[in-house]
């Protein structure tokens, strides 16, 4: 481990984890040495990140903040790189706004999931959330379309042939995914559950990473909460950066990555979950296999 001026640095075999702000852990990056990015901030919507709250003056001030790490990503990426940003559905214009003057924005991807929380009476209640996809170079960029290929719902259980064609053809029994994905959210039930108010799914990175990387490429996440980012690269042979200001998920990442089971000391253990039989039995097994499984396109 390695504590510089403002953060803590470790690096194990193909990954290289920071604790500490994302400008000054951005700072120690090369420019133009990143292949893949996936940003996923705080949103402006008052949540509580260890000891951050998530809540700027005013959009505008929020915008602003976005714009300057915005900056430093691009400068990071390659000039083929892609960058996946997230934030709220309100603040999202802005972002898009600036970003479509710098960058390529080529798709506008909406993440959409059900809710058993509180459901909103009095309006359309948000059940999803965007994602820009941009690129540097909208003619040099990776898309590893055949590595993310969905199936093709026709409607019918048997193959359907296209008789309109000269040669009547069987239609195609996978797809690109569209721009609209049903990924359920992560459940405390669910194996890949950390403590953590807004953490991704597992399954949402992997389309991403499949996508716009290849093995061997760096993928960098700035906001890593629970570092989703760098488990999923880990998992599909990438290489990964991941910056965390808040110590306690930090914590959360050298455990999941396999990178330390211990931090000054203390031992780093799993969420000790109640559902979890004491026989190491997870009841839930089967259902989480279930959600982990349904994918729209
Ligand atoms: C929306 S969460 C990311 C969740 C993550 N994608 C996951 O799957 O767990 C945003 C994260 O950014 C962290 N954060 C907030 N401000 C930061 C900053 N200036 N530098 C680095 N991390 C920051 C928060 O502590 C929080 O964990």
Known sequence: MMKMAGFVKQAKESLIVYNGDCFECLGDLKDESIDLIFADPPYNIGKKFGDFIDNWPSDKHYAEWCYQ???????????????????????????????RERVTVLSRIVWHYDSSGVQAKKYFGSLYEPILFCVKDEKNYVFNAEDIAVEAKTGATRKLIDY??????????????????????????????????????????????????????????????????????????????????????????????????????????PLDKSFVRKNGNDICQDINKQQGDIFDA
């Open 69 to 99: 790490w915005l900056e430093l990503c691009i400068t990071k990426l390659k000039p083929n790189g892609s960058l996946y940003v997230m934030t709220s559905t309100q603040a999202m214009p802005y972002l898009d706004l600036w970003l």
């Open 164 to 269: 309109r064609k000269a040669i009547p053809t069987p239609y195609n029994t996978t797809k690109i995914p569209g721009n609209t994905w049903y990924m359920p959210r992560v459940r405390y039930r669910m194996p890949e559950y950390e403590q953590h108010p807004s953490q991704k799914p597992e399954a949402l990175l992997e389309r991403i990473i499949k996508a716009s990387s290849n093995i061997g490429d760096v993928v960098l996440d700035p906001f890593s909460g629970t570092f989703t980012t760098c488990a999923v690269a880990q998992r599909l042979g990438r290489k990964a950066i991941g910056i965390e200001a808040q110590i306690e998920y930090f914590k959360i990442g050298l455990r999941r990555l396999n990178i330390s089971d211990n931090f000054n000391g203390e031992q780093l253990k």
